[in-house]
C-alpha cells in the first residue's frame, strides 16, 4: 500500500497574501470606532477623564490577558486564536451601544473594555508567529522590515478607510459605526475560518488542569526569552513610555483637534483619523526607503523617536490647527516607522517556538505603560488642559531615547538591516557605520 501524500507546502505568496488580506480586513473592521470612540463615550455621558479611565481598563485587560491567551496561540494554534479574537470583540463592540443606551456609566464601560482588551489579546501575537511559521515552512530568510512595513502600509489603508466610513456614519448616528464594526467582524470571520491554517506549527491539546502550568511556563519564557535579553528589555522600556503616550494621544486628538477648529462636526474627526492612517503609511514606506541608505535599526529608531518627541512637544503649545495637524501627523508618521523595525529587531532574536508569547509579553509591557499614561495624561488634560498633558507626554516619550541609545551601543546581527544579496554593503559604512556582509538567516516572525 502507497503511502499517503505529504501535504503541500503553500508558496510563499499565498502565505504573504493570506497574511495581508486578513490583517487588512481586521483592521478595516476594528478601524470602524477609531475615530469617532472618545466622541462616543463623551455622548455616553462619561466625563473626559472618565473616557481615559475607561481605555484604561482596555489597556489593563490586555496587560491581564496577553500571557494566558499566548498560550492558547502557543499550543491551541494561531488560527484559533484569531478567530477567538474576531468573536469577543464583536460581542463586546456590542456591548458598548447597550451601555450607551442605558447610560451605564463608566465602571460598566470599564467592565467591557477590559473583555475587549481580552479579544485585543487573541490577536496580538497569533498573527505575526502564524505569518512567520509559514514563511520559514516555505524557505523565506529574507528580511523581514520590508514584510511588516508593506503588512501595516496595507492595515494603514483599511485604518483610513474604516476611520473615514465611521466619521461619516458617526455623523448620523454614534452608534452606527459600532454596529457596522460588528457585522464586519462576523464576516471576518468566516473568511479566516475557510482560508487560515496553521502552517509550520502543530497546535496541541491543553486541559483545564493544566491551564495554570502552561500560563506560568509562558510567563517564564517571556521573560527568558524577551525581558532577561537586554536588548529587547531596553526595546520594551522604550516602548512603554512611546506607546503609553500615543495611546493617549490617539484618542485624546478627536476632541482636542475638533476644539482648536471651533468645531463639532463628527465626520472631521473621521479625517482626522484618516490623515493619521496615510502619516503611518507614509512612516511603514519610509523604512524601506531609508532601509535601503542606511544598515542599522537602531538610526531608524533613534531619528522616529526624536522626531514622536519634537512633534508631541509642539502639539501642546500651538493654538491653531492647521499648525497641530502637521505635528500631530508626525508623531504618528514616526510610529509608523517605529513599529515595523521594532518587530523586525524582536523577531531576529527570539527563536521559533517561543514567538506569540515573547510578542505577547512585549506587548504586555506597552499596555502597561498604556494604563498609566491615559490615566495620568487624562487626569491632567481634564485638570490642566489637553495641549498641556500633550507637552508631558511629548517630554516623558522622550525617555526612549537614552534607551535606545543602549540599544545601539550593544549592536550585533539583530541591528543590521540586510540586504537582498550576499555582501551588500551599506552606505552607512561610509560614515563608520558596520557595512552589511551577508544575508541573515536567523529565525523571524
Given at each position: 500500500m502507497s503511502e499517503p501524500a505529504a501535504p503541500q507546502v503553500p508558496s510563499t505568496r499565498r502565505i504573504l497574501t493570506g497574511y495581508f488580506v486578513l490583517s487588512g480586513l481586521y483592521t478595516l473592521s476594528a478601524a470602524a470606532i477609531w475615530g469617532v470612540n472618545t466622541l462616543f463615550l463623551l455622548d455616553a455621558g462619561l466625563s473626559f477623564f472618565e473616557v481615559f479611565l475607561a481605555n484604561a481598563a482596555f489597556s489593563a485587560g490586555m496587560v491581564l490577558f496577553e500571557v494566558p491567551t499566548g498560550v492558547v496561540a502557543d499550543t491551541l494554534g494561531r488560527r484559533v486564536s484569531f478567530l477567538l479574537s474576531l468573536v469577543v470583540l464583536a460581542v463586546t463592540t456590542l456591548l458598548y451601544v447597550a451601555l450607551a443606551e442605558v447610560d451605564a456609566g463608566v465602571v460598566a464601560f470599564a467592565v467591557v473594555s477590559v473583555l475587549m482588551g481580552l479579544g485585543f489579546t487573541f490577536y496580538s501575537g497569533a498573527m505575526e508567529a502564524w505569518l512567520v511559521d509559514a514563511l520559514a515552512v516555505t524557505g523565506h530568510h529574507g528580511p523581514l522590515d520590508g514584510i511588516f512595513a508593506r503588512g501595516q502600509q496595507i492595515t494603514g489603508a483599511a485604518m483610513l478607510v474604516g476611520t473615514v466610513g465611521g466619521g461619516l456614519l458617526g455623523q448620523i448616528d454614534l452608534s452606527l459605526p459600532y454596529l457596522v464594526r460588528?457585522?464586519?467582524?462576523?464576516?471576518?470571520?468566516?473568511?479566516?475560518?475557510?482560508?487560515?491554517?496553521?502552517?509550520?506549527?502543530?497546535?496541541?491539546?491543553?486541559?483545564?488542569?493544566?491551564?495554570?502550568?502552561?500560563?506560568?511556563?509562558?510567563?517564564?519564557?517571556?521573560?527568558?526569552?524577551?525581558?532577561?535579553?537586554?536588548?529587547?528589555?531596553?526595546?520594551?522600556l522604550a516602548s512603554f513610555f512611546q506607546l503609553g503616550f500615543s495611546m493617549w494621544a490617539f484618542y485624546a486628538s478627536q476632541p482636542y483637534m475638533l476644539d482648536l477648529l471651533g468645531s463639532d462636526a463628527v465626520w472631521i474627526a473621521g479625517l482626522v483619523t484618516a490623515g493619521i492612517a496615510l502619516s503611518t503609511i507614509a512612516g511603514n514606506q519610509l523604512v524601506e526607503v531609508l532601509s535601503r541608505r542606511c544598515g542599522r535599526r537602531t538610526t531608524l529608531l533613534l531619528g522616529a523617536a526624536t522626531v514622536e518627541t519634537g512633534a508631541a512637544v509642539a502639539l501642546g503649545l500651538v493654538s491653531s490647527f492647521w499648525l497641530a495637524l502637521p505635528a500631530l501627523l508626525l508623531i504618528m508618521g514616526a510610529s509608523g516607522v517605529t513599529s515595523p523595525v521594532r518587530q523586525a529587531y524582536l523577531h531576529q532574536v527570539v527563536p521559533s517556538d517561543k514567538r506569540a508569547t515573547v510578542v505577547s509579553f512585549d506587548s504586555m509591557i506597552s499596555n502597561t505603560g498604556g494604563v498609566g499614561g491615559q490615566v495620568g495624561l487624562g487626569a491632567l488634560g481634564e485638570s490642566r488642559s489637553v495641549g498641556a498633558a500633550f507637552v508631558a507626554g511629548g517630554i516623558v516619550t522622550g525617555l526612549a531615547l537614552p534607551l535606545l541609545?543602549?540599544?545601539?551601543?550593544?549592536?550585533?546581527?539583530?541591528?543590521?538591516?540586510?540586504?537582498?544579496?550576499?555582501?551588500?554593503?551599506?552606505?552607512?559604512?561610509?560614515?563608520?557605520?558596520?557595512?552589511?556582509?551577508?544575508?541573515?538567516?536567523?529565525?523571524?516572525?
Open positions: 460588528s457585522g464586519l467582524l462576523v464576516a471576518v470571520f468566516g473568511i479566516a475560518y475557510a482560508v487560515m491554517h496553521d502552517v509550520g506549527f502543530t497546535p496541541r491539546r491543553v486541559t483545564v488542569a493544566e491551564l495554570p502550568s502552561a500560563v506560568a511556563r509562558n510567563a517564564r519564557d517571556g521573560v527568558a526569552y524577551g525581558w532577561a535579553q537586554r536588548p529587547l528589555r531596553l526595546l520594551m541609545g543602549r540599544v545601539r551601543a550593544i549592536g550585533g546581527a539583530p541591528d543590521r538591516i540586510v540586504g537582498t544579496k550576499a555582501g551588500v554593503e551599506s552606505p552607512c559604512a561610509a560614515s563608520g557605520l558596520p557595512a552589511v556582509a551577508a544575508i541573515e538567516t536567523a529565525p523571524v516572525q
